[in-house]
């Protein structure tokens, strides 16, 4: 996996979340997500490195983050559901 994306119910969670992540010491960006993913319409979300998504995802839930919905994207450039 190269990297991952959170999605996020607003712009204002993408925010919070990227930052919170940051201050406990991951690679986190606020990113417009990228259109044709299943399911998603418009949106942002919130884009960790691929080794890392495992422990932020632990990290969003300790946050108290909504549960949301991830996509990791393969060395053959796909995007592809990553279960939460």
Do not use: D, H, W
Not at 48 to 73: D, H, M, N, T, Y
């Amino acid at each position: 996996m190269y990297g991952c994306l959170i999605v996020c119910r607003s712009v204002t969670y993408a925010q919070r979340m990227a930052r919170a992540l940051e201050k406990r010491g991951f690679s986190a960006n606020m990113v417009r997500l990228p259109a044709g993913l299943p399911g998603i319409g418009c949106g942002y979300g919130v884009k960790i490195p691929g080794s890392q998504i495992a422990q932020a995802l632990v990290s969003v839930k300790e946050l108290g983050f909504p549960a949301s919905r991830v996509f990791c994207e393969f060395q053959n450039g796909q995007m592809e559901e990553y279960p939460v």
